[in-house]
């Protein structure tokens, strides 16, 4: 078995591998002074409080401007996400969906990609495909559905507005996602959507989708609701020609066309909550999308480290359902369970899980704090987080709570940039 995230089917439950993805001003007017016994000596003292004074001001003047400088540059590669409250317990009014979608398609793009291919005879032909993306940052930087990129031999972005950018840059993709970042370069003050929080989401929630409709129709606006979270499904290319397992989905009933791919779902507040990602060929009404929070950790790492890479914990689990709680006889209905179908051990020897102690047979119920199961999965958990970061894990051993700090480790994944 491959690391992360490959799955082995055992009583039809899902063993999964994790590597798993902010003075007053005084009123009191001072007291007048006395008259100097001896003007030159106030005049010259005068002369030195005024000389203080502006070297102060201009001294002030100055570590403001360095501010500022300091602020614009930084405020590039600043991602905005959502406010302090919930934007998942918004709903849309009378008028507000257009609102809601006017301030989120600037930051919606259309991305067309060319692939060379090469017959059996020798001959080259060039195919033109076309998918959706969204603006995380005002420098470029920008998330879309891997499957949208793959074998591009060249990528351009348009904008709402219609500008065109051909020197795009593939940074990176997720090992265990359909997940890719890319990099618009040389541009400085576009349009950025808002990340909000997945893990809050309830089915039944009211959102929208945006996207390049059947890669023709830029920012398409559909509306739905969460049909419900925690999907797993196989997703195929157009072409059959290649698969992905996704998990801990997003079902919404939001019409996800073709080159819909990449695009956000949005909730009521403004707030990219999702990837859209798939849609069923078997049924109408039903597409899928990814976490926002799951790419979170990944994408600040691109942008804070330059690194291209996700973090993990090294371990092999089964996700608990009520079904699979009875199978394994366990004392909890969600969670995950720390077991490897074959012989080898569920922990990863050497990895970030055997490190911090975690042992076979461990039931993980947390992570920071935020329960495993509706909130998602341990590996969408852990890819709000970037390598390096130290986060506790919340275990049941021997019918035990267990509170174990553990440092999460890299999980590479292609990573393109100099």
């Given at each position: 078995m491959s690391k992360e995230e490959k799955s082995h089917t055992t009583h039809k439950e899902k063993s999964t591998h994790e590597t798993a993805a902010e003075p007053k001003k005084s009123t009191t007017k001072p007291a007048k002074a006395p008259k100097p016994t001896k003007p030159?000596?106030?005049?010259?003292?005068?002369?030195?409080?005024?000389?203080?004074?502006?070297?102060?001001?201009?001294?002030?003047?100055?570590?403001?401007?360095?501010?500022?400088?300091?602020?614009?540059?930084?405020?590039?590669?600043?991602?905005?996400?959502?406010?302090?409250?919930d934007g998942n317990s918004a709903n849309f009014t009378e008028g507000s969906i257009a609102e809601v979608a006017s301030k989120v398609a600037p930051g919606v793009v259309s991305i067309v990609t060319e692939t060379r291919t090469t017959g059996f005879f020798g001959q080259s032909s060039t195919q033109t495909s076309a998918g959706t993306g969204m603006i995380v940052t005002k420098d470029g930087y920008v998330l879309t559905n891997k499957h949208v990129i793959d074998g591009a031999s060249s990528i351009k972005i348009v904008l709402d507005?219609?500008?065109?950018?051909?020197?795009?840059?593939?940074?990176?993709?997720?090992?265990?996602?359909?997940?890719?970042?890319?990099?618009?370069?040389?541009?400085?003050?576009?349009?950025?959507?808002?990340?909000?929080?997945?893990?809050?989401?309830?089915?039944?929630?009211?959102?929208?989708?945006?996207?390049?409709?059947?890669?023709?129709?830029?920012?398409?606006?559909?509306?739905?609701?969460?049909?419900?979270?925690?999907?797993?499904?196989?997703?195929?290319?157009?072409?059959?020609?290649?698969?992905?397992?996704?998990?801990?989905?997003?079902?919404?009933?939001?019409?996800?066309?073709?080159?819909?791919?990449?695009?956000?779902?949005?909730n009521a507040a403004g707030e990219v909550i999702g990837i859209n990602t798939a849609t069923s060929s078997d049924a109408d009404g039903i597409g899928f999308a990814i976490p926002i929070?799951?790419?979170?950790?990944?994408?600040?790492?691109?942008?804070?480290?330059?690194?291209?890479?996700?973090?993990?914990?090294?371990?092999?689990?089964?996700?608990?359902?009520?079904?699979?709680?009875?199978?394994?006889?366990?004392?909890v209905n969600a969670g995950?369970?720390?077991?490897?179908?074959?012989?080898?051990?569920?922990?990863?020897?050497?990895?970030?899980?055997?490190?911090?102690?975690?042992?076979?047979?461990?039931i993980i119920t947390k992570v920071n704090g935020v329960t495993v199961g509706k909130a998602g999965t341990v590996s969408s958990l852990i890819g709000e987080y970037a390598p390096g970061d130290t986060i506790q894990i919340t275990v049941l051993r021997d019918g035990k709570e267990k509170n174990i700090n553990l440092t999460l480790g890299s999980y590479k994944s292609t990573n393109l940039k100099s």
């Open positions: 030159i000596h106030a005049d010259a003292g005068f002369r030195v409080t005024v000389i203080a004074l502006l070297v102060m001001t201009f001294c002030a003047a100055g570590a403001a401007l360095t501010l500022s400088v300091i602020n614009y540059f930084d405020e590039g590669q600043t991602i905005t996400w959502g406010a302090g409250t507005s219609g500008e065109t950018y051909d020197k795009v840059t593939l940074v990176g993709t997720d090992p265990l996602n359909d997940v890719a970042y890319l990099k618009i370069n040389d541009v400085s003050d576009l349009p950025t959507v808002t990340l909000g929080d997945s893990k809050t989401i309830n089915a039944g929630q009211p959102v929208i989708a945006i996207g390049n409709a059947l890669g023709q129709y830029q920012n398409t606006i559909t509306q739905g609701i969460i049909s419900g979270t925690g999907r797993s499904l196989t997703a195929y290319s157009s072409d059959y020609s290649s698969s992905e397992n996704l998990t801990d989905m997003i079902q919404t009933d939001a019409a996800i066309n073709s080159g819909n791919s990449g695009g956000p779902l949005v929070s799951s790419v979170k950790g990944m994408l600040k790492n691109i942008i804070d480290n330059n690194s291209a890479t996700r973090a993990y914990i090294g371990v092999y689990y089964i996700n608990i359902t009520p079904d699979v709680a009875v199978t394994y006889d366990l004392p995950a369970y720390l077991s490897s179908t074959s012989q080898n051990s569920s922990i990863v020897t050497g990895g970030p899980g055997d490190q911090a102690g975690l042992k076979d047979g461990d």
